[in-house]
Structure formats: C-alpha cells, structure tokens
Nanobody, 125 residues
Framework: QLQLAESGGGLVQAGGSLRLSCAAS????????IGWFRQVPGKEREGVSC????????DYADSVKGRFTISRDNARNTVYLQMNSLQPGDTAVYYC??????????????????WGKGTLVTVVT
C-alpha cells in the first residue's frame, strides 16, 4: 500500500523547534518532490515548503523563510521539515504530499499524488 506518514508534531512553546518527518512506504521517494502543507480549521490549506526529487530545488512560503528548512534523505525514504523559532501562527495540522520530480502542483495544492494524514503542531506562548 502506497502511503505517506507524517510524524514529529506536538506542543511547543513559542521560540521552540520541532522536526517533522514524512516517511514513504510502498514506494520510493527517489523520483518524487515532496511538499509540506498546513491547515487550520476553517482556513484554506497553505503550502509551506517543497523540495524536488533530487533535493537541489527548495521553496518556502514567505511566512516561514529563514525559520523552516526542508531536507530529504532518500536512503531513509524520508523528507524532513525543521521548524525553528516557532510562533503561535504556525499552529496547524501539517501534511506532506508528493508529486513527480519537481514542485509544480505544490503551488496550487491540487494534483498532488498522495497525502499523509497529518500531524498536529501547537505553538503556545
């Protein structure tokens, strides 16, 4: 069964850090770009960051630039999102999703292949 599974969410104080993981099972991530998205209930889903299949192209939402870092370890079939200097506005359910090779569908959020079930990040003051 082809799946993506997020982990690493939790409760953290403002200014703290978390590292999210997106692990693939049933297929190899070698040929897939991975996008991280987040959503707060009642609000639209927001693209946070994306990394190409080779890892040489990354992109970030303006709201997280300089604070979040996306990376991948294809040997572990996992993509990471290191989140530093977390703010209450980062509170959301975070999802990962894949698309072939490059970040393209990521920009609209539509057309991604598989989605994980999400991991909750809660930032408190």
């Amino acid at each position: 069964q082809l799946q993506l599974a997020e982990s690493g969410g939790g409760l953290v104080q403002a200014g703290g850090s978390l590292r999210l993981s997106c692990a693939a099972s049933g297929f190899t991530l070698d040929y897939y770009a991975i996008g991280w998205f987040r959503q707060v209930p009642g609000k639209e889903r927001e693209g946070v960051s994306c990394i190409s299949s080779s890892g040489d192209i990354t992109d970030y939402a303006d709201s997280v630039k300089g604070r979040f870092t996306i990376s991948r370890d294809n040997a572990r079939n996992t993509v990471y999102l290191q989140m530093n200097s977390l703010q209450p506005g980062d509170t959301a359910v975070y999802y990962c999703a894949d698309e072939k090779y490059y970040c393209s569908a990521y920009y609209s959020g539509y057309g991604m292949d598989y989605w994980g079930k999400g991991t909750l990040v809660t930032v408190v003051t």
